[in-house]
């Protein structure tokens, strides 16, 4: 697989072409932003750690059914994906009361949801990905229904496996968001599962171990990206 020019870099990757039209390479960075792209930083190895996690966590959707971009990862902060034409709606699943949520309606971080709850919201850094609602997808021409139909449903899923997954490695799955594209015809979960995406606490404790830790500067940032990589990774 040759690897050709970059066509794409984003605050935490940079896309290349290859050879095969439906294939690229995903080289992961060490650069760190908050607050869409407000606060930036560097996390160390964060590129080479969230590469990893990404790996085991495609693979462990593909395993129950669930598409994903992912066809192998080459080396410490590359793996080579399907080319997906990206559906502009970031998907976000809450668990448990936190981050904006917890802004939005005055509620205290951790407080329980009686059912997971999904939110779309329109990927623009200039507009500060703002929240959308299904109508507004529709109505722009995003997704279509069914398609829009199959994101909630694989999202649901994504948050089934993945909440049991790191509830054995004594995790608490808060919420994470997702992106999905189309190659073919045929959609797939795209972009990267790792502590950038997710809230992940340590049960009992409620530990942040996730990029919490560098947006509100609580400090071991790499220790809590190095410890979810060791129990994901083993």
């Avoid at 502009?88 to 802004?103: D, H």
């Avoid at 919420?175 to 606490?201: A, N, S």
């Amino acid at each position: 697989m040759k690897k050709g020019e970059a066509f794409y870099e984003g605050k935490a990757k940079i896309l290349y072409a290859t050879d095969n039209p439906d294939l690229i390479i995903q080289h992961f960075k060490d650069d760190a932003t908050a607050f869409n792209a407000q606060k930036r930083g560097t996390i160390r190895e964060k590129g080479i750690v969230n590469n990893k996690i990404s790996e085991v966590l495609f693979r462990l959707l593909e395993k129950e059914g669930v598409p994903t971009h992912f066809v192998e990862r080459l080396n410490d902060r590359e793996m080579l994906v399907r080319r997906l034409k990206i559906i502009p709606v970031e998907v976000i699943v809450r668990n448990l009361v936190a981050g904006s949520m917890a802004q939005r309606l005055g509620l205290e971080e951790g407080t329980p949801l009686a059912r997971p709850v999904l939110e779309h919201c329109y990927k623009s850094d200039p507009l500060g990905d703002p929240m959308v609602t299904e109508s507004h997808i529709l109505a722009l021409g995003w997704a279509s229904e069914a398609e829009l139909q199959q994101i909630q449903a694989l999202a649901f899923r994504v948050n089934e496996i993945l909440k049991e997954f790191f509830d054995r490695r004594n995790l608490i799955l808060v919420d994470f968001k997702i992106e999905f594209g189309l190659h073919r015809g045929k959609l797939y979960v795209g972009d990267e599962i790792c502590p950038d995406t997710c809230r992940l606490w340590e049960k009992g404790s409620l530990e942040k171990l996730d990029k919490d830790r560098f947006r509100r500067d609580l400090g071991k940032v790499e220790d809590a990206y190095q410890e979810v990589c060791r129990r994901v990774c083993g």
